[in-house]
C-alpha cells in the first residue's frame, strides 16, 4: 500500500449526486486555498466537451479556488445547452462557497450526448463540501473512477535543504485509454510555491513523458484534461526561478505523472499485456516516436501481443510504414527484453523461437527498437488487443 | 456470375508446388505476349519483400513477359538469401521458356520469415507452362489466394468506335486488409495498346481512388503489387494521347479497380459490415482523406460498427481528432445512410434511436460528413473490428 501524503491547502469533499447511479460517488470537490496557483493542460481533440470549454475559459482569467469534478456523465456532445448545464453546477457551487462561479473549473467524465443532470449534482454540493478535508485523496481517486478497476493515486514527499514538500496526485484511466469514457482526469498538487509560468512549463514537460506517451487505441477523448495545483504552504522558499529546488520538483513531478500513466495503461481496456516500447538511435525524437506509436497502434502487432506470439515480421512491417525517410530496414535492430530476435532485415541467426517465447511469456514485456541513424529515443507504453477490449466497446452503450 | 473475358495477348498457367500444403493450386504464371506494355505499383513499406526488390528493378530494366506469382511463402523478412531465392525461381523459368531473367517479375504471399522453398517451384514450372492459356483468369484469381474467403476477379468489355476492348484483372485481399498474409497482388491486363507513359498515369490514379482507399486495421504490406500490362492486340488504334479512348480506358480502369478493393474489404478478416465513408465540404481532398481514415481506423468506431451501434459520439470524437487546423466541431454534420444522426455538436433534433438502430442494421452502411468549410470530397471503405478479427490474428502463427 502505497503512502498517501496530504497537500496543505488543498482540501476535498466527496458526495453522491446519483448521477448514474444511485449511492455511488460520483461528485469531488477540491478546494485550493488562498494564494495557490494553479495550470492546466486540456484535450487536443477539436471536439472537446463543455466542462473544457468552460475550465479553459475560467482558468485563463482568474486562479481557481475548487476544482468540482462529476462522473456518469461526460457533458460532451452536447452543444450550447451544456454550457449552460456546466454554468449551472459552477453558480450552485459558488453560491454555497461564496466565491465567484469564475473561480471553479468543471470536469465531467461518463456518458456522451446525454444532458448533464443539473438537478442532482447542485442537490450534492452541501454534503461535498461539508465533507472538505485534506485526507481524502484516496476517497478522491475512488470518486473520479468510471469504468477503471482499480483507484489510481500517487504521492511523493521529498527532503530539501532540511525542509520537505510534498506531490500528490489522483488520476483516471481514459483519455487515449478509454477514450469511449470520454476522459482522463487527473489532479496533481503540491505544497511548494511556485511561479505559474515555471509551473506550467514542469506540468507541460511531465505530461509530454507521461500522458502523451501511453496509448491504448490511439482515440483521444473530448474531456481530456490535467491540472497541477501549487498551494506554497510548505516551509520551502517561492520557486521563482530555474534553481536546484525546481529541478528537483520537476524531477519528482515527472516521475510521478509516469507512475500516473503507467497504471492507466495497465487498467486498460481487456489489457492482458504492459508493452514498453523503447525506440533508439533515431535522428530525432520525433522519428523515434513515429515507431514506437506505429508498432503500439498497429492491430496486428496487438493481437500477436495478446497471442504472446514473438511476430517479428509485424513488428518490422509496422517501423517500415512508420513514414521515416530514408529508413535502412537492414539497419534495425529488435530485442524483446533481452533477447535480439531480428537485424539485417529478417530473423537474427542466434534467434530461437523457444527464446521468443519465453521472453512474451510474462505479462511485462519491453521491445527495444534499435534504429542506429542517430542519438534520439523515446519510450512509450501501451497494451494488447483482446477479445475483451472488443467486448468492452462493442457492449459499452448497450 | 460476372462474365470474365480473356485479354488477348495474355496466358495464364497454374500448377501446385507443394509450397505449404500439397496439392494447392500455388503457383501462377502471367504470359504477355510480345510488345506488351507493363507498368506496376508497389508497397511504399520501407520493409519490402525480396520479390518487390526484384520486380522493381526488372521492371526498370526492360518490359516483362512472364509475371510469376507464388503462394504459400511470402519471401518477405529474408534478407539477401531473400533475393538470391527469388533471382533462382526467375532463372529457372527464363531457362525453360526461353526469355532472360530480367523479362520476369516475381511475386510472393504467404509466411513472413521463412526461406522461399525454390526447388519446389522450380519443380512446378514446367506444369505451369504447359497449362498456359487464355481462359485461366478465373483459375488464376484461385490460383493467388491465401486466407481469402473467396477468388476475386472482376472484367469489362467495352465498345469503342465500333470495336471493342477488354479489361479483366485478379486480386487478392491483403495489402491494408491482411497485412499479415503479407500481401495485396493483383494482375490487371488489357487488350488496347497504350502508351507506357500513359497507361503508368492511368494505373497511379485508378489506384489512388481503389486501393488507396480501402483499410481494414492500418497496416500496409510488405509485399503489396498491383501490375497493368497492354497487350495491344485489340483492333482499336494505339493510345498515345490523352484522347477520348484513353479517357474511357481511364474511367473503365477506375471501375473495374474500384470493384476489385471494394472485393477485398468485404472478405476483409472478420468483417461483418461494410463502411462507405463519405467526407465532403473538405477545404483539400487531402483533409477529407484524414477524417474518413481517422473515422476508418479508429478502434471505438470499429467495435460500434461491430456491434451495429449509432454511436455518433466516437464519430465526432474521431473527426475532432483528425488534425484538422480550426476545425468547427459545431459546422460538421453526419448521416447515416440518409438519417441526419449529429449536427451543432450534438445528437441532431430531428433524430431518434430507432431511426439509428435501423440505420445500422444491414452489412452495407454509408456514413456521410459534412465539413462544411470547402469543396473537396472522398470516400473511403472498410470494416469492423470484431472478435473474429482478433481471433484470426492473434491465432495466425500458431
Not at 509551473?199 to 477523448?221: E, F, K, M, N, P
Not at 516551509?235 to 526561478?241: G, I, K, M, Q
Not at 519465453?358 to 512509450?380: C, E, F
Request: glycine share 8%; net charge negative; with cysteine.
Amino acid at each position: 500500500m502505497t503512502t498517501i501524503h496530504p497537500v496543505a491547502g488543498v482540501r476535498i469533499g466527496i458526495a453522491s449526486a446519483g448521477i448514474k447511479k444511485v449511492g455511488r460517488k460520483d461528485l469531488v470537490v477540491f478546494e485550493l486555498a488562498e494564494g495557490s496557483a494553479t495550470v492546466g493542460v486540456f484535450t487536443r481533440n477539436a471536439f472537446c466537451a463543455a466542462p473544457v470549454i468552460v475550465a479553459r475559459e475560467n482558468l485563463a482569467a482568474t486562479q481557481p479556488k475548487y476544482l468540482l469534478v462529476n462522473t456518469g456523465n461526460a457533458n460532451a456532445g452536447t452543444g450550447a445547452s451544456g454550457i449552460e448545464a456546466a454554468q449551472a453546477t459552477l453558480a450552485a457551487l459558488a453560491q454555497a462557497a461564496k466565491c465567484e462561479p469564475a473561480q471553479i473549473l468543471p470536469f465531467s467524465t461518463g456518458v456522451i450526448g446525454e444532458p448533464l443532470p443539473v438537478a442532482k449534482i447542485e442537490a450534492a454540493i452541501p454534503a461535498a463540501l461539508s465533507d472538505l478535508q485534506t485526507n481524502n485523496w484516496a476517497q478522491a481517486a475512488e470518486g473520479i473512477m468510471t469504468t477503471d478497476t482499480r483507484p489510481k493515486v500517487a504521492s511523493r514527499q521529498v527532503e530539501f535543504g532540511g525542509e520537505r514538500f510534498v506531490i500528490t496526485g489522483v488520476t483516471k484511466g481514459a483519455g487515449m485509454i478509454r477514450p469511449n469514457m470520454a476522459t482522463m482526469l487527473s489532479y496533481v498538487a503540491t505544497d511548494l510555491a511556485i511561479d505559474e509560468v515555471l509551473l506550467q512549463q514542469a506540468l507541460l514537460r511531465a505530461v509530454d513523458q507521461s500522458y502523451h506517451r501511453i496509448t491504448v487505441d490511439g482515440d483521444t477523448s473530448t474531456n481530456d484534461a490535467c491540472t497541477l495545483s501549487a498551494t506554497g504552504q510548505s516551509a520551502l522558499p517561492r520557486v521563482d526561478s530555474d534553481n536546484e529546488l525546481y529541478q528537483v520538483f520537476c524531477e519528482t513531478l515527472d516521475d510521478l505523472l509516469l507512475e500516473l500513466a503507467q497504471m492507466m495503461v495497465r487498467d486498460g481496456e481487456g489489457a492482458t499485456k504492459f508493452f514498453q516500447i523503447e525506440v533508439s538511435g533515431g535522428k530525432t525524437e520525433q522519428e523515434c516516436l513515429d515507431v514506437a506509436f506505429t508498432i503500439a497502434e498497429s492491430p496486428l502487432v496487438k493481437t500477436a501481443l495478446f497471442a504472446s506470439d514473438p511476430n517479428w515480421g509485424r513488428l518490422l512491417a509496422a517501423i517500415g510504414r512508420a513514414g521515416l525517410h530514408d529508413l535502412v530496414i537492414d539497419d534495425v535492430t529488435l530485442h524483446l527484453n533481452d533477447v535480439l530476435i531480428a537485424e539485417q532485415g529478417c530473423r537474427a541467426a542466434s534467434y530461437t523461437e523457444e527464446q521468443g517465447v519465453a521472453a512474451m511469456a510474462p505479462t511485462d514485456i519491453v521491445l527495444r527498437v534499435g534504429l542506429n541513424r542517430g542519438p534520439a529515443q523515446t519510450t512509450v507504453y501501451t497494451t494488447d488487443f483482446s477479445y475483451d477490449y472488443v467486448r468492452i466497446n462493442a457492449e459499452y452503450r448497450t
